[in-house]
């Protein structure tokens, strides 16, 4: 295994990992900016107000994504075993 194979093995993984957590991270990060602007113009300061939406929305993500996102690591996983059967023959 050469040193310009495992980069790419390096490189893929680190787009399939964005790829994957991109929609959960996104619509989490967009209910979290709703929620505090919400408190910043209500002014009202309760934990479980920031928590409870962002669970929420983190597990309707997973939800709604969740297959698209293991279809895409299965292609990852089964790429790479196909590689290293490359590389051991």
Known sequence: MTVDQVITLGQRMLEVALLVGTPVLLITFIVGLIVSVFQAATQIHEMTLTFIPKILAT??????????????????????????????K
């Open 59 to 88: 597990l309707f993500a997973v939800f709604v994504f969740g297959g698209w996102m293991l279809i895409k690591l299965i292609d990852y996983v089964k790429q790479n075993f196909q590689f290293l059967l490359q590389v051991i």
